[in-house]
């Protein structure tokens, strides 16, 4: 039971690049989310899926698209990379009735 | 809409102190709140969670939480620091819908030093 896991670990982007991070769980959960995190932000929500099929914009969509074609995966692409999309990126996810989610261990993604 | 914050950036403390770290929140519901750890170059760590069970949260590695409504608080607390306690803590609260999935708000976390 590997839990949340993410692909890749590392990236180094230039501007305008694109890009798609790739988010997998295998604990049947329904509910999927991929966040960022900026150093003094805490972490914030991009975008989320509350089921196969389906997803929603977060807090910070703009710049990202997503895509959940299948229930344990979770997309996150960058179609024209920015310098103010270096982060960290952490996918998430969790399971009615709980609300517990679980993490990833993160993308740290640099665009030069 | 829910908030948080957490009231300090940076908390020092020596190995065997105890150790508090301050947390308030604002939410419209009635909220589940959570703390979660991470280490240097690592994912988040959950330490432990309230739902209303009890008010007082026992998590991992030795840290409890208390929820006060009053207070609009949940502040982190460990009574002997050790040094792998060093990390950035995230308190954060959680607006789970209807329809059973989660939005969490993050405070902007605090980074616990530890010195010999």
């Known amino acids: 039971n590997a839990g949340v896991t993410q692909t890749p670990k590392f990236r180094v982007l230039k501007t305008g690049q694109s890009m798609t991070l790739l988010c997998a769980q295998d604990m049947n959960h329904e509910y999927m989310y991929w966040y960022r995190q900026d150093p003094g932000m805490g972490l914030r929500l991009i975008h989320y899926?509350?089921?196969?099929?389906?997803?929603a914009k977060g807090e910070v969509p703009d710049g990202y698209n997503v895509s959940r074609l299948k229930k344990q995966n979770f997309l996150l692409g960058l179609e024209s990379a920015a310098p103010s999309q270096t982060s960290v990126y952490f996918c998430?996810?969790?399971?009615?009735?709980?609300?517990?989610?679980?993490f990833g261990p993160g993308t740290r993604l640099t665009v030069l | 809409a829910q908030s948080v914050t957490q009231l300090d950036s940076h908390v020092s403390v020596s190995e065997g102190t105890p150790v508090l770290l301050r947390c308030n929140y604002s939410s419209s519901y009635s909220p589940s709140l959570f703390w979660y750890v991470q280490h240097p170059n690592k994912g988040l760590q959950l330490l432990l969670k309230?739902?209303?069970?009890?008010?007082l949260v026992k998590g991992i590695n030795g840290f409890e939480a208390e929820f006060k409504k009053s207070e609009t608080s949940f502040h982190l607390t460990k009574p002997s620091a050790h040094m792998s306690d060093a990390a950035e803590y995230f308190c954060v609260v959680s607006d789970q819908r209807d329809s059973g999935y989660s939005t969490l708000t993050f405070g902007k976390g605090t980074m616990l030093l530890v010195s010999p």
């Open positions: 998430a996810s969790s399971n009615y009735p709980t609300d517990t989610q679980y």
């Open positions: 309230y739902t209303s069970a009890a008010t």
């Open positions: 899926s509350v089921g196969e099929g389906t997803t």
